[in-house]
């Protein structure tokens, strides 16, 4: 699904803040896009076990159709089968965030916009300014599991800013840097305010 509102004016002037985060101001919205880290490294050995763990899941379906199998064997195949689908798809979806994510932010006169984008592909999901409340940093201690956990490639999430909308909390901000999480947070709760008073 195309998101033609996340495009930018040719005219408008994008802006950096910290290494990862751009935006762009405009005089009725505000664009921001968070790319993800760029490490060559672990894209490459993370592509390399994909690629690894495609050929692994081709022999073995192969083999279900070209050998003679006793039950026991095809049941053990259909095991397998279900683990490598599952760690496909979770390490597929990591690699190509790797590739060709970007998380794009809209902050226009009424409305908080927020998509998770593989190229031109995601779904983008609008909030109500009024409606949202508590927006907030989501830090874990440094050196704990959870931070560890986090960093690690083979993990999308990791989002740095959150707020309450509805009874549910939404997060964004997938493995930022504690200061460039800060200047997010800075820059979305100064938009989100001017917005909101200009409504009044």
């Not at 965030?97 to 409305?111: F, R, T, V």
Request: aromatic residues 18%.
């Amino acid at each position: 699904m195309r998101f033609p509102l996340f495009l930018y004016c040719y005219f408008c002037v994008m802006k950096w803040i910290g290494e990862r985060i751009s935006f762009v101001d405009e005089k009725y919205r505000t664009t921001v896009v968070i790319h993800p880290k760029d490490n060559g490294m672990v894209r490459a050995l993370m592509g390399a076990w994909f690629a690894m763990w495609l050929v692994i899941g081709g022999i073995v379906i192969w083999s279900y159709f070209t050998f003679s199998l006793t039950d026991q064997e095809k049941i053990a195949i259909y095991v397998f089968m279900a683990f490598w689908l599952y760690f496909a798809i979770r390490v597929g979806r990591a690699f190509f965030w790797l590739l060709w994510g970007k998380e794009l932010l809209k902050i226009d006169e009424a409305s908080f916009t927020y998509k998770k984008s593989i190229r031109s592909y995601g779904k983008a999901k609008s909030f109500l300014l009024d409606n949202i409340s508590k927006i907030r940093m989501h830090q874990p201690e440094e050196k704990s599991f959870q931070a560890a956990w986090e960093s690690s490639p083979w993990i999308k999430g990791g989002e740095r800013i959150e707020f309450d909308y509805a009874g549910k909390v939404v997060r964004m901000g997938r493995k930022l840097e504690k200061r460039d999480a800060e200047l997010l947070y800075k820059l979305l709760t100064k938009r989100v305010s001017e917005r909101l008073r200009k409504m009044k």
